[in-house]
């Protein structure tokens, strides 16, 4: 079954910095990826969907990249603020649009 | 802005008993699903549900669960003979359409089982 890793489960960067977190996968390249962010307590929110003949897209302060000879998605926040702080969540399509999560990186912006 | 809402926020049930979550997906979409979050640990997919019936779920998904969409706007899930390892948040989320993938979230009920 496709196993999904968020290598880093909490990084913590100061202010106006960018933020880049990681997610890998074994086993078959999906289709597409996408980006949820999760706040405590809070269901996921969507963020970002990139699919495999994308190399990157981006969204304001947010981008992703998607490299299938690695298996791997960087995420980024550029210009972070403590209002960014979260968890972010990868997730893959395992079929019919159910999706598989990684266990997140927790993400902390300092003032 | 159009929203996921799930009742009640937070269910205590004592084990064994059955307990009834309760979604309504947004009014347009047509693929909903249940996931759950047990603390600390990362959301798990449960059951996918389209055009009344379950298109996927998982292996946590057994007879113990049990979907339904009793009308046009509710959707249910329905955990019968509750064990201490259901405790968990419970998150409904629906898509509108086969193409479109994103998920749309709800806030979540948290069910605790003693």
């Known amino acids: 079954s496709q196993k999904i890793e968020q290598n880093s489960e909490a990084l913590n960067i100061q202010e106006g910095k960018t933020a880049t977190l990681t997610c890998n996968y074994t086993n078959y390249s999906p289709a597409y990826l996408q980006w949820y962010r999760q706040d405590p307590g809070r269901g996921p929110v969507f963020l970002l969907l990139?699919?495999?003949?994308?190399k990157e897209k981006r969204k304001e302060r947010l981008k992703v990249t998607f490299d299938t000879t690695l298996k791997q998605s960087l995420f980024h926040i550029t210009a972070s603020q403590p209002a960014d702080s979260a968890t972010y969540l990868c997730a893959l399509d395992t079929g019919r649009r159910a999706l598989t999560f990684g266990s997140g990186t927790r993400l902390q912006v300092q003032p | 802005e159009p929203e996921v809402t799930q009742t009640p926020s937070h269910q205590v049930t004592q084990m064994g008993q059955e307990v009834i979550l309760r979604c309504v997906p947004i009014?347009?979409?047509?693929?909903f699903y249940w996931y759950r979050q047990i603390l600390g640990q990362k959301v798990e997919f449960l059951v996918s549900f389209y055009n009344n019936e379950i298109s996927e779920k998982s292996e946590i998904f057994d007879d113990q669960f049990s979907v339904e969409r009793p009308d046009g706007s509710n959707f249910t899930l329905k955990i019968r003979s509750t064990k201490l390892e259901d405790s968990a948040m419970y998150f409904c989320a629906s898509m509108e359409t086969d193409s479109s993938y994103e998920q749309y979230f709800g806030p979540g009920t948290r069910l605790t089982v003693t």
């Open positions: 009014s347009n979409h047509l693929y």
């Open positions: 990139i699919r495999e003949n994308e």
